[in-house]
């Protein structure tokens, strides 16, 4: 059963901590996307990648936010320093070709106190 | 910029009832996903449509996408307990070169009462 897998699932940490979520896609899918989820705000794209590329991180803030894809196998999104509006669910996706249909991970619940 | 506005926001019926929720966008998509999420979850595919008039059918669910692919409903005939979870819409545009991202709505949050 292929699925996306996110670790932590869950994590609390103190302002100003560095803070590494970490995302395994689906084997054979060549997109990744990283999502927040807020009550307020829904689902917000950060950022994503096709064939490990960066294409699109405009959602991201780029003080103090990062994504990478080291290899295929692995995506990460940084935090560094965290503040506590960072606080929600972290959501990884990935998908394949042209199609955007995209398949998520359980997220990372990230409370920053 | 691109919107999709989803209602109603909240919605909760009685097992057996049925129930249409709506995805609205003044914008033209290329494709529309529905999408449900249970608590503690990601969320799931349910069905992607894409064209004008088109109508999806998964199990009790019925999925219609406008002529004018600007909106899009969800139908549940006979609800049950399991149907309970966010519902989530979101479109895609692929107009803009190699932009793949999608647009998404807030979701109808579903409550399912036995």
């Known amino acids: 059963d292929a699925r996306v897998t996110q670790t932590p699932r869950h994590k609390v940490t103190e302002m100003g901590q560095e803070v590494t979520m970490r995302c395994q896609p689906i084997l054979g899918h060549n997109t990744v996307f990283w999502y927040r989820q807020t009550m307020m705000q829904g689902l917000e794209l950060l950022a994503y990648?096709?064939?490990?590329?960066?294409?699109?991180d405009s959602g991201m803030p780029k003080d103090r936010f990062s994504a990478e894809m080291p290899d295929a196998t692995l995506a990460t999104l940084k935090i560094q320093p965290s503040e506590p509006r960072d606080s929600a669910v972290y959501f990884c996706a990935s998908g394949y070709g042209k199609n955007t249909e995209a398949f998520f991970g359980q997220g990372t619940r990230l409370t920053v106190v | 910029t691109q919107l999709l506005e989803q209602s109603p926001q909240f919605l909760s019926i009685q097992e057996g009832e049925n129930l249409t929720v709506y995805c609205n966008s003044s914008s033209v998509f290329s494709s529309l996903q529905w999408y449900r999420q249970e608590p503690g979850e990601g969320p799931v595919l349910l069905v992607t449509v894409v064209t004008g008039g088109e109508v999806k059918k998964l199990k009790r669910l019925t999925f219609q996408f406008g002529d004018a692919r600007k909106d899009s409903s969800l139908h549940i005939t006979a609800a049950q307990p399991g149907d309970t979870g966010l519902y989530l819409c979101a479109g895609g545009d692929f107009r803009a070169g190699n932009n793949r991202k999608l647009i998404w709505g807030l979701g109808t949050s579903l409550a399912v009462n036995p």
């Open positions: 990648f096709r064939n490990r590329a960066p294409l699109d």
